[in-house]
């Protein structure tokens, strides 16, 4: 027994003093699960219990990618990791942030220990805020008093014999951290929910690290949308030197919109994008809960959008026209418009969507039938009429017959093992230019 903790002990070692490179990009919860790494867990363990002398509870981020116990990286360069660790004392409800270290014998002991903002950590990242080539701690904590704001805090200049320095702390409602001018170091975004009275204000913030003054400072604040009660979501993307930041604000059960910042990259100020003269966040108004999201990997963001269907409807089970049918349409917001740069219908009844290409406008509409689980595609007439069926889309469960008038293996266009989705398409669906092919690939199951 002696002899394997011996040699795992030893394995821990040569596995951190020569793959400490290799470690920092592997994702943290591979190296928990990792079993030969149990070892170096239980020893942290032992040196935290050491250095806090009392009862405590390990605390886990609640989310995001570093969501263990104990998240190992190499903080200092110096090519051997080192441990956070959060807990809280049993006595007390404030969460602290242990850093551990190795000595050359490679035995872990407690470099430094702080006091954290709130009584959980609600998620833990990493980012070179101050462009120095390290990476700095970033922690948001969850403040049991406020049922919207928490706290960011980044940490940095980890060094054995020093510890860490705090070095930023402020109320948030939601964040992003971002590279807005492209040389190197993060920049972070907040937008902050304030209470005026009875009122909401709310803010966007952008925080750089200032060299001269060896601090991280706001740089621009600008007004937000005050109707919003809360953040789904932030994203960005560059259209050359332009950052743009991409906010999706809830304003309420149902509904959602997105506000657009512009950030030059050389004077890092904050400004509301507008489309057609109007605020961004005034033409994004939906319901539904799709987020921003660059959905056609083009590099871009795209902004949802739900549009009815010209001559689009949706026959229910007794075969009654129930509602209309809705296209899922993705804008991309560019010279002050926002232009549709990708679109589908999505079929949650059947569990797919279907690409919609862009010159089918005005020339193509759907009827989906629910008693028959089929999507028919017609052409449209100039008066918005149905025209001829062009194709149809029809799903049936994998253990059940097939449809006797449609048993050919090529019209298949997707099976697993709960459905298989069938195409038909007719006559005038070829004298369209449709073939299987572009019905597969317009098709995504979801
Ligand atoms: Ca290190
Ligand atoms: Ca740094
Ligand atoms: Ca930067
Ligand atoms: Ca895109």
């Given at each position: 027994?002696k002899?394997?903790?011996?040699s795992a002990?030893?394995?821990c ?23 030969k790494l ?5 020893q ?17 981020p ?13 903080l ?8 956070i ?21 490679g ?14 950590v609600?998620s ?10 390290r990476?700095?701690?970033i ?5 049991p ?50 209470t005026s009275g ?22 621009s604040?600008?007004r937000l949308?005050?109707?919003v ?13 332009l950052c743009r930041?991409y ?9 959602m919109?997105?506000e ?5 990259s ?31 990997n ?8 739900y ?19 809705y ?14 740069a ?22 193509v509409?759907?009827?989906?039938d629910?008693?028959l689980?089929?999507?028919r ?10 025209g001829?069926m062009?194709?149809?889309i029809?799903?049936?469960a ?24 069938r ?18 690939q ?5």
């Amino acid at each position: 027994m002696k002899n394997k903790l011996l040699s795992a002990l030893f394995l821990c070692c040569v596995l951190f003093s020569f793959s400490s490179c290799s470690l920092r990009i592997v994702s943290v919860d591979s190296l928990i699960r990792a079993p030969k790494l149990t070892g170096v867990n239980q020893q942290v363990q032992q040196s935290l219990d050491q250095s806090v002398g009392e009862d405590m509870i390990l605390k886990t981020p609640l989310s995001g990618e570093y969501a263990a116990a104990f998240v190992y990286r190499d903080l200092d360069n110096d090519q051997n990791n080192e441990c956070i660790a959060f807990y809280a004392l049993t006595s007390s409800d404030t969460v602290h942030m242990n850093i551990l270290d190795t000595d050359q014998n490679g035995s872990w002991f407690s470099v430094c220990d702080t006091a954290g903002s709130g009584s959980d950590v609600s998620s833990l990242t990493f980012a070179d805020v101050d462009g120095n080539g390290r990476d700095e701690i970033i922690v948001t904590w969850q403040i049991p008093e406020s049922k919207n704001n928490q706290y960011l805090s980044v940490y940095g200049g980890y060094a054995p014999d020093v510890g860490i320095v705090s070095m930023f702390s402020e109320l948030y409602t939601a964040y992003h951290a971002l590279d807005v001018n492209g040389d190197g170091s993060d920049e972070i975004f907040l937008s902050v929910i304030e209470t005026s009275g009875d009122s909401y204000l709310a803010y966007g913030r952008l925080f750089a690290y200032e060299e001269q003054a060896a601090r991280i400072e706001m740089v621009s604040e600008i007004r937000l949308d005050s109707t919003v009660t809360s953040y789904a979501n932030i994203c960005h993307d560059y259209e050359g030197a332009l950052c743009r930041i991409y906010i999706d604000g809830v304003v309420s059960e149902t509904h959602m919109i997105t506000e657009v910042l512009e950030v030059s990259s050389s004077a890092l100020l904050l400004s509301a994008a507008t489309a057609d003269g109007q605020a961004v966040s005034a033409l994004t108004l939906r319901s539904g809960e799709h987020l921003c999201r660059d959905i056609n990997n083009d590099g871009y963001v795209e902004i949802p959008s739900y549009a009815p269907l010209a001559g689009g409807s949706i026959l229910d089970r007794e075969n009654g026209v129930s509602e209309s049918l809705y296209l899922t349409v993705w804008n991309r917001y560019s010279a002050s418009r926002l232009v549709p740069a990708y679109q589908y219908i999505e079929n949650i009844d059947f569990g797919y969507r279907f690409d919609i290409p862009q010159d089918w406008q005005q020339r193509v509409t759907a009827v989906k039938d629910l008693k028959l689980n089929r999507l028919r595609f017609y052409s449209l007439t100039e008066n918005g009429a149905l025209g001829h069926m062009l194709f149809c889309i029809d799903r049936t469960a994998a253990d059940a017959d097939p449809p006797s008038e449609m048993l050919s293996e090529e019209d298949i266009i997707y099976s697993d093992s709960e459905y298989i989705y069938r195409a038909l398409i007719t006559d005038e669906g070829e004298a369209f230019g449709l073939q299987i092919t572009d019905l597969i690939q317009a098709f995504t199951r979801i």
